[in-house]
């Protein structure tokens, strides 16, 4: 547990986890990246050169609600 708090209920204790991506080719983390969603040529999203970060996961255990932190850059 840790000493976040959850921003729906307001407990205090939430539980960490990560977010999966199970996708083609996937690292097995998602990862935020910087700015607005932009599509190449063959569907896929533009993250060329933008920074990326991995995403911290907290659950709160009584209500369920998720809080997700963009942390360490990757």
Same mark, same amino acid.
């Given at each position: 547990?840790?000493?976040? $708090?959850?921003? !729906?209920?307001?407990?205090?204790? *939430? #539980?960490?986890?990560? @977010? #999966?991506?199970?996708?083609? &080719?996937? +690292?097995? /983390?998602?990862?935020?990246?910087?700015?607005? *969603? #932009?599509?190449?040529?063959? &569907? &896929?999203?533009? +993250? *060329? &050169? $933008?920074? +990326? $970060?991995?995403?911290?996961? /907290? $659950?709160?255990?009584?209500?369920? !609600?998720?809080?997700?932190?963009?942390? !360490?850059? @990757?």
């Amino acid at each position: 547990m840790s000493d976040v $708090r959850c921003t !729906h209920c307001g407990l205090v204790g *939430l #539980e960490p986890g990560f @977010v #999966e991506d199970a996708g083609d &080719g996937a +690292r097995g /983390y998602a990862r935020w990246i910087a700015g607005p *969603l #932009e599509r190449g040529l063959l &569907g &896929g999203a533009k +993250r *060329l &050169g $933008r920074p +990326r $970060r991995q995403i911290d996961a /907290y $659950r709160c255990p009584g209500c369920g !609600h998720l809080e997700l932190f963009a942390t !360490h850059a @990757v």
